[in-house]
């Protein structure tokens, strides 16, 4: 696949507003008004002319039948759901006027017959923008900070939305994905394959609506820079999901997801060490609301539980207290992080949600990295038998560890798999070189896998290790 350049996370009030492949750097509604156009529009058959700078999905290799599509569609009002559409296909059910549904828009897409060109447009969108709306006559809207008050359905801010998506041909190359509101829960599964899902459950959240962004601004570039924008014009209330596409990212970001409330712009990308991995995650907003007061926003970023183990070395149940995220670039405030254990029973997906509050901005940068020490391993495959060594001088006969060695998959598909349980554990740790055996039917060649060492008693994690096995 060709290698795309990161963009930026341009959020709902850009790509809802009909921005189907602008380049970075521009925010230019390509709709009038706070519409955008149907979903029949994006299919190319919506009975009007392609004025804009991208394809539409019957430029896409497949076209329509090969897009995205939702599933489901329901919202839950003071605990009552009320189901919007189920079992849903390409094709959308007909939403009554003022009714809700979805539209799915491909970012940055080439036209039928225009060459790719990175950081302009792709055979195949390297975005896809999945927006809550209602239908209106030939439009929609997707602004609710004004819904009438009679809107059935009800749509404000304590609503929760609940979507199931059909990634459909596209479920083979998503990475992170990146949504417009407060996280509730987030599932995906068989990613990587055709017909791979995503569910996500969240409540829609304010962003700034900037009429005019300043020339040689970079609010949408990559990474955000030059973002200076003193004032928001107003703010609007939006649900969007953005799935990311990009294939330049690392793969263990698959199946992540990130909310932002009060912004209008994101990134996340992976930096550091193999020995001293880190995630920085990037908002940007104006310094004030409309009516002057600060601009406040939040971040909330979930690694799931294979990105934790793939990144970081570290499980899902372990990850609460192993972190930090670490304000950089951009002077300014926010609140003391947290860092929320998920489970799937509860929200869909082992892992740890941070989320940092009282942002402000205008293009703060935290970076998210582990505070457990990193020790040194290599795996040989033998006949019957895989053996690890491992370097570790925080263990002894009187600082006694145990290890547990996780299988993170062939190499060339770890960012697919679930994370699973060890397959061996307990280990005795008690000098600073060992090695630990197990079946090589557990962990055969080419295989990445991960090392997580624990104090005896305690069980605080005394430091985690990465490597290939040969």
């Given at each position: 696949?060709?290698?795309?350049?990161?963009?930026?996370?341009?959020?709902?009030?850009?790509?809802?507003?009909?921005?189907?492949?602008?380049?970075?750097?521009?925010?230019?509604?390509?709709?009038?008004?706070?519409?955008?156009?149907?979903?029949?529009?994006?299919?190319?058959?919506?009975?009007?002319?392609?004025?804009?700078?991208?394809?539409?999905?019957?430029?896409?290799?497949?076209?329509?039948?090969?897009?995205?599509?939702?599933?489901?569609?329901?919202?839950?009002?003071?605990?009552?759901?009320?189901?919007?559409?189920?079992?849903?296909?390409?094709?959308?059910?007909?939403?009554?006027?003022?009714?809700?549904?979805?539209?799915?828009?491909?970012?940055?897409?080439?036209?039928?017959?225009?060459?790719?060109?990175?950081?302009?447009?792709?055979?195949?969108?390297?975005?896809?923008?999945?927006?809550?709306?209602?239908?209106?006559?030939?439009?929609?809207?997707?602004?609710?900070?004004?819904?009438?008050?009679?809107?059935?359905?009800?749509?404000?801010?304590?609503?929760?939305?609940?979507?199931?998506?059909?990634?459909?041909?596209?479920?083979?190359?998503?990475?992170?994905?990146?949504?417009?509101?407060?996280?509730?829960?987030?599932?995906?599964?068989?990613?990587?394959?055709?017909?791979?899902?995503?569910?996500?459950?969240?409540?829609?959240?304010?962003?700034?609506?900037?009429?005019?962004?300043?020339?040689?601004?970079?609010?949408?570039?990559?990474?955000?820079?030059?973002?200076?924008?003193?004032?928001?014009?107003?703010?609007?209330?939006?649900?969007?999901?953005?799935?990311?596409?990009?294939?330049?990212?690392?793969?263990?970001?698959?199946?992540?997801?990130?909310?932002?409330?009060?912004?209008?712009?994101?990134?996340?990308?992976?930096?550091?060490?193999?020995?001293?991995?880190?995630?920085?995650v990037q908002v940007a907003s104006t310094h004030l609301r409309s009516d002057g007061s600060q601009q406040l926003g939040v971040v909330e970023a979930l690694l799931p539980s294979t990105a934790l183990l793939q990144l970081y070395g570290i499980p899902a149940a372990d990850?609460?207290?192993?972190?930090?995220?670490?304000?950089?670039?951009?002077?300014?405030?926010?609140?003391?992080?947290?860092?929320?254990?998920?489970?799937?029973?509860?929200?869909?997906?082992?892992?740890?949600?941070?989320?940092?509050?009282?942002?402000?901005?205008?293009?703060?940068?935290?970076?998210?990295?582990?505070?457990?020490?990193?020790?040194?391993?290599?795996?040989?495959?033998?006949?019957?038998?895989?053996?690890?060594?491992?370097?570790?001088?925080?263990?002894?006969?009187?600082?006694?560890?145990?290890?547990?060695?996780?299988?993170?998959?062939?190499?060339?598909?770890?960012?697919?798999?679930?994370?699973?349980?060890?397959?061996?554990?307990?280990?005795?740790?008690?000098?600073?070189?060992?090695?630990?055996?197990?079946?090589?039917?557990?962990?055969?060649?080419?295989?990445?896998?991960?090392?997580?060492?624990?104090?005896?008693?305690?069980?605080?994690?005394?430091?985690?290790?990465?490597?290939?096995?040969?």
């Amino acid at each position: 696949m060709t290698r795309r350049r990161t963009l930026a996370v341009v959020a709902s009030l850009a790509l809802v507003g009909g921005l189907a492949a602008q380049p970075a750097g521009t925010a230019t509604a390509a709709h009038s008004g706070l519409g955008m156009p149907t979903q029949a529009f994006y299919d190319g058959n919506g009975g009007q002319e392609n004025s804009s700078t991208g394809g539409l999905w019957t430029d896409m290799v497949g076209g329509v039948s090969s897009r995205p599509y939702v599933r489901s569609l329901s919202v839950v009002n003071d605990g009552v759901t009320t189901p919007v559409f189920s079992d849903a296909g390409v094709t959308p059910p007909a939403a009554s006027d003022g009714g809700l549904t979805a539209v799915v828009a491909p970012i940055n897409l080439c036209k039928a017959g225009e060459p790719e060109q990175a950081g302009r447009c792709y055979s195949t969108p390297n975005r896809v923008a999945v927006t809550l709306v209602r239908a209106h006559e030939n439009t929609n809207i997707w602004d609710f900070s004004a819904d009438a008050s009679d809107a059935a359905p009800r749509v404000d801010a304590n609503t929760v939305i609940d979507m199931t998506l059909a990634l459909n041909t596209l479920g083979r190359s998503l990475r992170w994905s990146w949504a417009n509101g407060d996280l509730v829960s987030w599932r995906t599964d068989r990613l990587g394959q055709d017909d791979a899902t995503v569910r996500i459950r969240f409540r829609p959240a304010t962003a700034p609506l900037v009429s005019s962004f300043p020339e040689g601004n970079g609010c949408t570039a990559t990474p955000v820079r030059d973002c200076d924008i003193e004032r928001a014009d107003s703010e609007v209330r939006t649900a969007t999901l953005l799935l990311s596409l990009d294939d330049t990212l690392d793969a263990a970001l698959t199946g992540a997801v990130f909310a932002t409330q009060n912004a209008f712009a994101g990134f996340l990308e992976p930096g550091g060490t193999s020995s001293a991995p880190t995630l920085d995650v990037q908002v940007a907003s104006t310094h004030l609301r409309s009516d002057g007061s600060q601009q406040l926003g939040v971040v909330e970023a979930l690694l799931p539980s294979t990105a934790l183990l793939q990144l970081y070395g570290i499980p899902a149940a372990d990850a609460a207290r192993a972190f930090t995220a670490t304000r950089t670039g951009d002077p300014g405030s926010n609140a003391a992080p947290t860092y929320t254990e998920w489970n799937a029973a509860e929200h869909g997906t082992d892992g740890l949600l941070v989320t940092v509050r009282d942002i402000t901005f205008s293009v703060p940068s935290y970076r998210v990295k582990s505070r457990i020490p990193r020790a040194t391993t290599s795996a040989s495959v033998g006949a019957t038998r895989t053996k690890v060594k491992l370097s570790e001088t925080r263990c002894s006969g009187t600082r006694r560890c145990v290890a547990s060695v996780y299988d993170l998959g062939l190499k060339s598909r770890t960012r697919y798999l679930p994370a699973r349980p060890p397959i061996a554990k307990g280990l005795p740790v008690r000098s600073s070189e060992v090695t630990l055996k197990v079946e090589r039917r557990e962990l055969a060649r080419n295989h990445a896998y991960a090392v997580v060492i624990k104090r005896v008693g305690t069980k605080k994690l005394a430091s985690t290790a990465r490597g290939v096995t040969r």
